[in-house]
């Protein structure tokens, strides 16, 4: 009995109680909380920017491609003996052969059409800058390929030797010069855009 006395287990205390106790439940009530209507966003536009070019009128083109003409017409005696070697080059420019020799045969006719152009076009602010502009490279570029003749007026035509084969090798590269910037300026013209030609576009927009 004393064994028995001596494995009995003390009385509880109230700390023992409490950690017996299971803990009291606790109930949350959660509020349920109204639906908030989100406003649907717009759907997003897909929005075309058009880049369409302001289209050239037909006549602005024509007047700017004859006047590349008379630079074109100035220069075909740089190709004489480009002529001579090479006959697919003669045929090439022979339908501008008959207006060219009615361009020669009239007097002071390099002159007329040139101030013609400078003055009728160039400066004439009724025209659009399109038409100015290019009447202006036209302009320039005659007077660049007028020098080597003027040159070659002071300082004497060479008849044969190495005087002879400069110059004719010169007479090529200047024609050649020309012909690319008359197709590259005409051909530009046509479609409605500004061509800029080496050496002349500079000096032709400060003038403007």
Same mark, same amino acid.
């Given at each position: 009995?004393?064994?028995?006395?001596?494995?009995?287990?003390?009385?509880?205390?109230?700390?023992?109680?409490?950690?017996?106790?299971?803990?009291? %439940?606790?109930?949350?009530?959660?509020?349920?909380?109204? #639906?908030?209507? /989100? !406003?649907?966003?717009? &759907?997003? =536009? $897909? *929005?075309?920017?058009?880049?369409?070019?302001?289209a050239v009128p037909a006549t602005d083109r024509l007047i700017s491609a004859l006047a590349y003409f008379l630079p074109f017409l100035d220069s075909l005696h740089?190709?004489?003996?480009?002529? %001579?070697?090479?006959?697919?080059?003669?045929?090439?420019? #022979?339908?501008? /052969? !008959?207006?060219?020799? &009615?361009? =020669? $045969? *009239?007097?002071?006719?390099?002159?007329?059409?040139?101030?013609?152009?400078?003055?009728?076009?160039?400066?004439?602010?009724?025209?659009?800058?399109?038409?100015?502009?290019?009447?202006?490279?036209?302009?320039?570029?005659?007077?660049?390929?007028?020098?080597?003749?003027?040159?070659?007026?002071?300082?004497?035509?060479?008849?044969?030797?190495?005087?002879?084969?400069?110059?004719?090798?010169?007479?090529?590269?200047?024609?050649?010069?020309?012909?690319?910037?008359?197709?590259?300026?005409?051909?530009?013209?046509?479609?409605?855009?500004?061509?800029?030609?080496p050496l002349v576009a500079t000096a032709a927009d400060r003038q403007l």
């Amino acid at each position: 009995m004393a064994t028995l006395a001596l494995l009995r287990f003390p009385p509880p205390t109230r700390f023992d109680r409490f950690r017996a106790s299971p803990p009291p %439940a606790i109930h949350l009530r959660l509020r349920s909380m109204p #639906a908030v209507a /989100i !406003p649907s966003l717009p &759907a997003r =536009r $897909s *929005v075309t920017v058009s880049m369409a070019r302001t289209a050239v009128p037909a006549t602005d083109r024509l007047i700017s491609a004859l006047a590349y003409f008379l630079p074109f017409l100035d220069s075909l005696h740089y190709g004489r003996f480009l002529f %001579a070697r090479v006959p697919a080059a003669a045929a090439a420019v #022979a339908p501008i /052969i !008959p207006l060219a020799a &009615a361009y =020669r $045969s *009239v007097p002071y006719a390099a002159f007329v059409a040139f101030f013609a152009l400078y003055l009728g076009v160039v400066r004439n602010p009724n025209l659009s800058h399109f038409v100015r502009f290019n009447a202006m490279q036209a302009v320039v570029l005659d007077v660049l390929l007028a020098l080597p003749a003027l040159l070659q007026r002071v300082f004497g035509t060479p008849s044969r030797g190495v005087g002879f084969r400069v110059m004719e090798m010169g007479y090529h590269a200047i024609f050649a010069f020309s012909v690319a910037c008359f197709l590259y300026a005409l051909l530009s013209c046509v479609l409605g855009r500004t061509p800029h030609l080496p050496l002349v576009a500079t000096a032709a927009d400060r003038q403007l």
